[in-house]
């Protein structure tokens, strides 16, 4: 089996595009499958939320 | 042939709906016929005529929901009733997506990705680049300010389990023919490329598609990979990716030039490379590196161009870039319209590879540049915003684009800056490179053409004339194409390149005899 | 096992109750005779624990109303000094199985939903849902409604109920979601359905022209007479669900117009609560925001186990009322899904393709995501002695959520 780095080189792109859209839609023009997350700071961007959801979440 | 059904109590569903989840399953491999029905006295009817009754059947209630499956094999019927539950809700699947706001999200929905794109606050980069390397996906990571600690877990993770990261503060990858994020629309060819800038690896592959050749793949670092707190994990990493590619038969490094450490631990396993090896980093090799080692050393990236197309097309070698005969006339004739004030340089750059570069050649022609981004301490400017002497600015320095639009993508603030510029009667040159390609500003000329225009014509007005030279970086198959782009500017009469290292040349040909005087 | 393990599972756990509930009319009796602990000059309330002192104008004139309505005084002022005296017991309804809209007002005499959640045995209790005294207004004609209900509607239902032997609600529920209602604020559909049921019932237990009529004109006419029974369903559905350890899941959201308070599974009785927010909404002729009191009443129940706002996609009959477009509804209803842990196998809204409602509050996702449950609602007046003035959306505050996760963290992970 090739590694995910070989896949990279050889197989077709599947991307999950984490945050800028534009990204996405020029993968989509190469005709790449890609999803696009509309990302946003977890817990609104409060640190002691994050720390607490890291050990539970 | 085997028969089976299923009671629920008081699970109701309307007739309609039923009706689907029916079709659903009739359509399931091996079954033969199915019912789906509320247990009203009707419905049980028709059961009967199923072959089904029975206790269970006859206690049924109307709100009870039956199930019944006719297969092939008790196997089937047996799986069919099991999984009723997923027929029941499957409907859900086709009700169109909403938007997604997590990484988690995305993996449900892209369970065989490869590659996850960053292009989020700096602060949250290292949690969620991890959570997709967990996953088991290469990262490729645009966003700056990933602290160099948080940088080197992810690499060393990432290269403990055969992963790639891209980055962060990456702007540009080709895989396989694909561009991700500020990509240029290139052949596919021979030549591999790897380089922590993306500017730079624009440069070069625009180069070389230009020039009839194209690239197998090319490989953004970030532009920290080099330095010796990372020590080139992911250069090292893309390099052994590009050895063992087939389709690879030179490979080019382009890069600033590394730390000192990573710089000699690069160079080791460069020489030691199967496959022909092009190395620039901008300006001569350090005395204390081995440069007689089979790599083909490179000053310039359009030098690197040169000497990858000659491996791969197994060309004659031909001479460094040079100005032509009509370009040293041209410079002449550009000269003698300057007034007597005017004497100085002044580049308004969006690349920070063209910066550098371009301080470079300026340098080594004797010709003293202060910038934001100097490469020597003492030729730092006092602020980004007052040039002084000759200067080169990196319009994409941290400085400018908190919180603002880089001038990749938005030129408002390089425009503000040429006009400023024109009031300054001193200034005879304006250096501007124009990046085109996915991501980048749909019309890079467009948006700084009046300004331009406006400087020149105020140059005149003071007897003089601005010599407004520059580059452009991309190709024809670009979104913006790049004779549209090129046609713009040469209408409204800058002096243009497709090179930034030959538009830095041709700058100091027109400095020259201002030197001399 | 890992602490998220044990999450999932006690979520699994808590979610798996929270579909299987099946709630069923059982009886329509008078608050004294069946809510454990309600007892002597006591009046229940909505939302988290409050005192007398620190409600705001609507709960205490809805408490003056219902003070009046018993009879244990003769006038307001009387009335107010009891209270300020501390001679009335005052207790949230949450703490009695039981649930009331707005300001939520329950006592002895008055006629409460019992509905019984067949699959776990539980029973809970809901008052009669109207517009005026739950809403703060103690006038004489705002009680001569409670007094119908006392003495005739409630009477009346209950004996035709008692004759028909129950009536099994997931049914009605299931068919109103699909008709449009969002089992908070809309109940056109589901509030014809019990009537039809009742109607029958009541012909079948032969009730008396004079009493029939006025009860038939009652629940015919009134289109939100099933709210009172989604609400007793809804904490029929959600108390099983209650006190499982490493649960995270909502079990309660509820709001007295002063908090906002929240009870999450494996935190068993604990309240979490936050200043109650401002309803975004729409007024009612003669009123404005400026009026307006603060986000009240139990009904929030019903999001808690999936209906209401988070529904609102399937009810675009709503907006009218709580404004908003139906893009931005479905937008909701897509959005409650991301903090929650299941779409409902049975519960379905056609308008976005049969899909589940969501059900299972998490509030590790509310926290993640920052996305906190969105309530559809109506608004009383900031001042005692008004009807209701208008309607609209509010969301639960997240401060109530962080801090129960901070509980959650204290309690749990360092086991």
Redesign the interface.
């Known amino acids: 089996m090739q ?18 859209k ?2 996405a839609e ?2 989509e ?2 005709e ?2 890609v ?10 961007g ?1 640190p ?3 720390d ?6 | 042939m085997a028969t089976g059904f299923i009671v629920r109590k008081n699970q109701y569903y309307d007739s309609v709906f039923l009706m689907g989840v029916n079709n659903r399953l009739s359509q399931i491999q091996g079954v033969q016929q199915t019912a789906v029905l509320m247990a009203s006295e009707k419905n049980k009817e028709l059961l009967v005529n199923f072959g089904l009754h029975g206790e269970e059947i006859e206690s049924a209630q109307p709100n009870d929901l039956i199930v019944t499956v006719i297969a092939e094999t008790p196997q089937i019927v047996e799986t069919v009733l099991a999984n009723l539950d997923q027929a029941l809700i499957s409907q859900e699947a086709s009700a169109p997506a909403s938007h997604l706001h997590s990484l988690e999200e995305g993996l449900v929905e892209k369970p065989f990705a490869n590659l996850a794109a960053f292009s989020i606050p700096g602060e949250y980069v290292y949690r969620e680049a991890m959570k997709a390397l967990e996953a088991n996906l290469n990262v490729f990571i645009f966003s700056s300010n990933v602290p160099l600690e948080e940088e080197l877990k992810l690499k060393q993770f990432a290269s403990e389990h055969k992963l790639l990261v891209m980055g962060p503060d990456c702007g540009t990858s080709i895989l396989g023919g694909v561009g991700i994020g500020f990509a240029n629309v290139v052949r596919n060819g021979t030549i591999g490329v790897i380089g922590p800038s993306g500017t730079g690896l624009q440069e070069f592959t625009s180069q070389v598609h230009n020039a009839g050749y194209g690239i197998s793949h090319a490989f953004g670092t970030g532009s920290h990979d080099l330095s010796d707190e990372i020590g080139g994990v992911t250069t090292l990493m893309a390099l052994d990716a590009l050895e063992t590619d087939e389709q690879t038969e030179v490979i080019a490094i382009v890069a600033k030039p590394p730390g000192q450490k990573t710089l000699h631990h690069l160079v080791a396993r460069l020489k030691n490379c199967t496959r022909p090896v092009v190395a620039c980093f901008l300006g001569t090799p350090p005395e204390d590196v081995n440069t007689n080692s089979g790599i083909l050393w490179a000053r310039m990236i359009d030098d690197a161009v040169l000497s990858a197309i000659q491996v791969s097309g197994k060309r004659e070698s031909t001479p460094g870039i040079q100005l032509t005969e009509t370009e040293h006339g041209l410079a002449r004739q550009t000269r003698a319209k300057w007034s007597s004030e005017q004497c100085y340089l002044r580049g308004l750059l969006a690349g920070g590879t063209f910066c550098h570069q371009s301080q470079q050649i300026l340098l080594e022609a004797g010709i003293e540049v202060y910038s934001n981004a100097p490469l020597k301490p003492q030729y730092k400017l006092t602020h980004p915003d007052h040039s002084y002497k000759h200067t080169l600015i990196d319009m994409g320095d941290d400085a400018y684009t908190l919180g603002k639009p880089h001038p990749m993508i938005d030129g408002t603030m390089r425009k503000q800056r040429i006009l400023a510029e024109s009031y300054d009667p001193s200034v005879a040159i304006l250096l501007l490179d124009f990046i085109l390609g996915y991501n980048a500003s749909m019309d890079p000329v467009g948006e700084l053409l009046d300004a331009i225009v406006e400087a020149k014509q105020r140059m005149q007005q003071h007897a003089g004339d601005l010599a407004v030279v520059a580059s452009i970086c991309g190709t024809q198959e670009d979104p913006q194409e790049l004779d549209l782009q090129a046609k713009l500017l040469q209408e409204a009469g800058v002096i243009l390149f497709h090179s930034n290292a030959k538009a830095s040349l041709f700058c100091c040909e027109l400095l020259k005899p201002a030197k001399e005087v | 096992m890992d602490i998220k393990h044990k999450i999932e599972i006690a979520n699994e756990e808590a979610t798996r109750r929270l579909i299987s509930g099946d709630p069923v009319l059982v009886d329509i009796a008078p608050a004294g005779e069946v809510i454990p602990g309600l007892e002597g000059r006591m009046i229940t309330h909505s939302g988290p624990p409050i005192k007398w002192q620190r409600m705001c104008g609507a709960q205490q004139g809805a408490i003056i109303g219902q003070v009046l309505y018993e009879g244990w005084a003769d006038s307001f002022d009387e009335a107010k000094s009891l209270l300020d005296k501390g001679s009335i017991r005052l207790e949230p309804n949450h703490h009695h199985q039981t649930v009331g809209p707005m300001a939520g007002t329950i006592s002895p005499s008055a006629p409460v939903w019992v509905v019984e959640n067949k699959s776990f045995g539980n029973r809970a209790f809901c008052r009669q849902v109207e517009g005026r005294q739950q809403f703060g207004d103690y006038s004489p004609e705002a009680l001569a409604s409670l007094h119908q209900w006392r003495d005739v509607w409630g009477p009346t239902l209950r004996k035709a109920l008692l004759k028909m032997g129950g009536l099994e609600l997931k049914t009605i529920i299931t068919q109103a979601l699909q008709m449009g209602d969002e089992l908070h604020n809309r109940h056109s559909a589901s509030s014809s359905l019990f009537s039809n049921a009742m109607a029958v019932a009541m012909a079948e237990a032969e009730i008396l022209r004079e009493s029939a009529v006025p009860t038939l004109k009652y629940i015919t006419r009134h289109n939100l007479i099933f709210l009172g029974l989604a609400m007793a369903c809804g904490k029929a559905i959600a108390d099983p669900a209650s006190n499982i350890e490493y649960s995270t899941v909502v079990t309660a959201m509820a709001r007295n117009g002063t908090e906002f308070g929240i009870r999450i599974s494996g935190l068993g009785e604990a309240w979490f609560t936050a200043p109650a927010p401002v309803v975004d909404g729409l007024y009612l002729p003669g009123y404005t925001a400026e009026d307006a009191g603060l986000d009240m009443g139990d009904s929030a129940i019903t999001e808690t186990v999936g209906w209401g706002a988070f529904t609102l996609g399937g009810a675009p009959g709503i907006l009218a009322l709580v404004g908003g477009t139906p893009e931005e509804a479905i937008a909701y209803t897509r959005e409650m899904k991301k903090i929650t842990t299941k779409a409902h196998p049975t519960y379905l809204m056609p308008a976005l393709g049969f899909a589940g409602i969501s059900i299972g509050i998490d509030i590790r996702k509310v926290v993640q995501t920052n996305l906190t449950p969105i309530i559809d609602t109506a608004i009383a007046h900031k001042d005692p002695g008004y009807p209701i003035i208008g309607a609209g959306l509010v969301r639960a505050p997240m401060e109530c959520f962080k801090q129960a996760l901070i509980a959650f963290g204290q309690r749990y992970n360092s086991q």
Do not use: T
């Open positions: 590694n995910k780095i070989e896949e990279l080189l050889h197989e077709p792109l599947v991307v999950i595009n984490v945050g800028l534009g990204f020029s993968l023009q190469q790449v499958e999803v696009q997350i509309d990302w946003v700071p977890p817990a609104g409060d002691e939320m994050i607490l959801l890291e050990r539970l979440l």
